[in-house]
């Protein structure tokens, strides 16, 4: 138990392209993982934790990958994630089972669009978190600035430990606000740290700010609040203190400066890491008891304690599925069983790996609060694992509704068997990455949040699985909706030789309002014994059995709810089967009465050009028609804020190109459903009916 305090489990996430990987990989070198730094891009053998092919071709990172670091007596599990919204399920699972995070900005471009989705997914799973101001050295660089939209975006209290010596092509180190010292980094790869005192020319600046640190502080510290009252210094052990305790309870977000390019403030942050950041005795971490109605259990980081633990990643390779854990209690063994609660089956974990990027260490055992990956279980992401005897829940991993389709073909039939075993691993491992065939084509649709997230997947088909395959154009997710309220009552009646079939309901859909929790709700009202609760689930079963494929140009149904408020039943011909049948097709036909219209996903999207192509940029987003939210000037360059319908997004990227001479970039992610204008619905309807016809004719 006492290491335990010296363990630390923590992500670095940001936005794309603000230095995570290249971060991540400063830290293996100062720790002495790796004994030479490569770089994300620029030849040599590509970053340690980007080890997939297509990462080092492309320079992002698409799967996150884990290892384990020392530092200063500590052991220190960290997993980059890729700052690509597509991959935003890696973030998800990621800061799921972890307990803190490094939330990494520019110090140039400051909160971007991608910040806000990993800020909103790190409150979820309440993880405290330090910010990191990466490329201090670049020009515009302005942390001040930074730290102000940090508080307003993000409605953090950010806390500045320190300040930069000089800025851009000038930024030299920093000053510690904590220990008021000058820090540099010398050396070729900046590894060795000199403590100096502060520069005339700062001390001024620098006694402000600390004091500005110290009132921050003095909100969550009765103590330190006396202590600044008389004007006394207060000693750094009750300032750490502080600090860890404030950013443990998530009230406050210290801030550290650097560049991991240029190696400078990689080893403060690394002692901020091991001297903020919880490890796992200080996070309380609940399970559902499934034994007990589900009672909140709280469990112990104890290795002495019953197993719990979350398989939180899972990757299919060539000698079979490697799946990632974060043990929450009790110590997991090679060679022994533990029982899956999700499917209820034993399973033996036949190898435990400790894991560096692709690299991996075989070990006998590991204990709670550790992360490892293991061999020999069969299961899903965000199933649970305990000892025999116990049966918790873990809350499960939450994942996004994909928002854009494509059709997918082999080009050879024999290889179909290799493409279904491709598409079924992948959908194991990425819950945003869905398949289904459509009854009505045949075609195989793949799903998921975006075009890269599509792209990525039918290039590792055709790498690993050496499958050519031919990709219809994609298409959006539309989704079907209702617009007013609609009473039904409906009868299903069949008589064939024997029983018949006889089952009546009576009530209203009604159309939820934006923004709805779940997209479709089931309200049960029948009282006296009207219908017998035994058909009540077979009836919810029909409706939903309805949302799948909706009437008005076979897309999915959301925005619905079901009140069942009467109905009748036959005592011979009534049967489970019989209300099912009943309830589909009464959703059916009611449906179709409730003014139905279509729903479009709507993206937010942020475009970064020069100030100089603002103009044909933002008419552009408007032709597409985009609302323009906001627009931000920052040295040179402008940051375009819209919202815009997924359909007229396909392609962007070469417009963008064209019009800025390559010099504009943009990102996007998924907002929220809005309904097609009446004039494209009629167009969308109709093409859909026809692709209908045309399938069912070949």
């Not at 112990?300 to 799946?323: I, R, Y």
Request: aromatic share 8%; glycine share 8%; with cysteine.
């Amino acid at each position: 138990m006492d290491n335990l305090r010296d363990l630390r489990n923590i992500g670095i996430s940001a936005h794309i392209d603000s230095g995570k990987t290249t971060l991540t990989e400063r830290v293996l070198f100062y720790a002495g993982k790796i004994h030479k730094i490569e770089d994300v891009r620029g030849g040599g053998d590509g970053a340690k934790m980007d080890h997939m092919e297509l990462e080092k071709e492309r320079g992002i990172t698409i799967t996150s990958a884990a290892t384990t670091v020392a530092w200063k007596d500590h052991k220190i599990n960290i997993i980059d994630t890729p700052g690509h919204v597509d991959f935003t399920v890696e973030v998800e699972r990621s800061l799921r089972v972890l307990d803190g995070a490094i939330l990494v900005v520019t110090a140039v471009e400051g909160v971007q669009s991608q910040t806000l989705t990993v800020d909103r997914q790190m409150k979820r799973y309440g993880v405290p978190r330090l910010v990191f101001i990466n490329k201090i050295d670049r020009t515009g660089a302005n942390p001040q600035k930074v730290i102000e939209t940090v508080e307003q975006k993000l409605g953090l209290t950010a806390v500045p430990l320190q300040i930069p010596i000089g800025l851009e092509m000038n930024f030299e180190g920093v000053v510690d606000l904590l220990s008021m010292e000058a820090v540099y980094f010398d050396g070729e790869k900046g590894e060795t740290v000199r403590r100096e005192s502060i520069p005339d020319g700062l001390m001024e600046v620098a006694k402000q700010r600390r004091q500005g640190m110290l009132e921050a502080l003095s909100l969550y510290s009765d103590e330190l609040m006396t202590i600044l009252l008389e004007e006394e210094e207060p000693p750094l052990e009750l300032v750490l203190k502080i600090i860890r305790e404030a950013t443990i309870a998530q009230q406050i977000a210290p801030v550290l400066m650097g560049t991991a390019y240029k190696n400078k403030g990689i080893q403060p942050l690394l002692d901020a890491i091991t001297n903020f950041l919880p490890s796992p005795l200080d996070r309380d971490v609940k399970a559902r008891d499934n034994l007990n109605e589900q009672a909140e259990v709280v469990l112990k980081p104890d290795d002495n304690e019953p197993l719990v633990a979350m398989a939180f990643k899972l990757v299919e390779e060539p000698f079979g599925q490697v799946t990632y854990m974060r043990i929450y209690q009790g110590t997991l063994k090679k060679g022994e069983f533990y029982y899956n609660t999700r499917s209820s089956k034993r399973a033996r974990v036949s190898r435990i790996l400790r894991v560096h990027s692709d690299e991996r260490e075989d070990i006998e055992a590991a204990g709670a609060g550790d992360i490892v990956a293991v061999m020999g279980i069969d299961c899903a992401t965000g199933d649970t694992f305990c000892s025999e005897g116990i049966n918790y829940s873990l809350e499960s991993i939450y994942a996004a509704e994909p928002v854009i389709d494509l059709s997918i073909t082999p080009n050879k039939r024999a290889d179909y068997d290799k493409l279904s075993k491709a598409l079924n691993r992948f959908m194991r491992e990425d819950p945003t990455f869905r398949v289904h065939v459509d009854h009505e084509t045949g075609e195989t649709i793949i799903s998921g949040m975006g075009e890269l997230h599509l792209e990525i997947y039918v290039e590792r088909i055709r790498r690993e699985y050496k499958v050519d395959c031919t990709i219809g154009q994609p298409k959006v997710s539309y989704r079907e909706a209702p617009t007013r309220e609609t009473p039904y009552s409906y009868v299903h009646k069949k008589q064939t030789g024997g029983s018949g079939q006889y089952g009546k309901v009576v009530g209203k859909l009604i159309p939820l309002e934006e923004p709805f929790e779940e997209p479709f709700e089931f309200e049960n009202n029948v009282t006296g014994g009207r219908i017998p609760g035994e058909y009540i689930p077979a009836i919810e079963k029909g409706f939903r059995r309805g949302l799948v494929k909706g009437p008005l140009a076979g897309y999915e149904v959301i925005g619905v709810k079901m009140a069942l408020d009467d109905g009748a039943y036959h005592d011979v011909d009534s049967s489970a089967m019989a209300f099912e049948i009943c309830a589909f097709d009464a959703f059916r036909e009611t449906f179709r009465k409730a003014d139905p219209v279509l729903l479009e996903p709507i993206m937010k999207v942020e475009v970064e050009c020069p100030i100089e192509f603002q103009g044909p940029v933002s008419g552009q987003v408007s032709s597409k028609r985009g609302i323009i939210t906001n627009t931000e000037a920052r040295e040179g360059f402008v940051v375009i804020y819209a919202e815009v319908p997924l359909s007229a997004m396909f392609g962007y990227s070469n417009d963008l190109r064209s019009l800025t001479q390559g010099k504009g970039t943009f990102s996007m992610e998924f907002y929220k459903y809005q309904r097609v204008p009446a004039s494209l619905q009629d167009e969308i309807i109709k093409k859909a009916q026809e692709d209908a016809k045309s399938m069912a004719k070949a």
